[in-house]
T-cell receptor, first 112, second 115 residues
Framework: AQSVTQLDSQVPVFEEAPVELRCNYSSSVSVYLFWYVQYPNQGLQLLLK??????LVKGINGFEAEFNKSQTSFHLRKPSVHISDTAEYFCAVSGVASKIIFGSGTRLSIRP | ETGVTQTPRHLVMGMTNKKSLKCEQH?????MYWYKQSAKKPLELMFVYSLEERVENNSVPSRFSPECPNSSHLFLHLHTLQPEDSALYLCASSQGQGASTDTQYFGPGTRLTVL
């Protein structure tokens, strides 16, 4: 069975500071990994996904994530955040012939 | 209209009411999904339709009844709900046939309150 854990429910950072949102997964088979973002009063939107190949994945809005198989992690990073990045971020995992499972989300709040 | 739309955006209903949630995708996608989003809980996949056939039913109580009349429309019919069913219900679509690699495109959700 697959599972995904987002270690931080809330992350406050100052504007223009770097941020890392942590995601760990467990799976006995090859995985596909996703980060989605949910802005206030909106549905989820894909930031980036890892299917295969390069372990460093670049997404929209300056975000990137690195797939680390040995640590079973897929942490999301951005070198300098903006007020507009205030949102909830969801890590998700799926696999061949298995449904997608979402984490419980990390709320990113940006302080001016 | 573009993307995925959901109506109504807000719904308040009593436990004895019958109501329906509507989702429409304008992306030409083949798969559609219903999710339940409750506070402080992971997103729960409820149903998946691929080419108008239900391919996933995640042990959802029978008081939730999905309907997919065509590849652009998805409904969730509600009856005799419980207060714990109050949540944000999200609809999504994807281009493929519900494959695990698909990117999903979400609507803004219907905020449901059951009194």
């Amino acid at each position: 069975a697959q599972s995904v854990t987002q270690l931080d429910s809330q992350v406050p950072v100052f504007e223009e500071a770097p941020v890392e949102l942590r995601c760990n997964y467990s799976s006995s088979v090859s995985v596909y990994l996703f980060w989605y973002v949910q802005y206030p009063n909106q549905g989820l939107q894909l930031l980036l996904k890892y299917l295969s190949g390069s372990t460093l994945v670049k997404g929209i809005n300056g975000f990137e994530a690195e797939f680390n198989k040995s640590q079973t992690s897929f942490h999301l990073r951005k070198p300098s955040v903006h007020i507009s990045d205030t949102a909830e971020y969801f890590c998700a995992v799926s696999g061949v012939a298995s449904k997608i499972i979402f984490g419980s989300g990390t709320r990113l709040s940006i302080r001016p | 209209e573009t993307g995925v739309t959901q109506t109504p955006r807000h719904l308040v209903m009593g436990m004895t009411n019958k109501k329906s949630l509507k989702c429409e995708q304008h992306l030409g996608h083949n798969a559609m999904y219903w999710y339940k989003q409750s506070a402080k809980k992971p997103l729960e996949l409820m149903f998946v339709y691929s080419l108008e056939e239900r391919v996933e039913n995640n042990s959802v109580p029978s008081r939730f009844s999905p309907e997919c009349p065509n590849s652009s429309h998805l409904f969730l019919h509600l009856h005799t709900l419980q207060p714990e069913d109050s949540a944000l219900y999200l609809c999504a679509s994807s281009q493929g046939q519900g494959a695990s690699t698909d990117t999903q495109y979400f609507g803004p959700g219907t905020r449901l309150t059951v009194l």
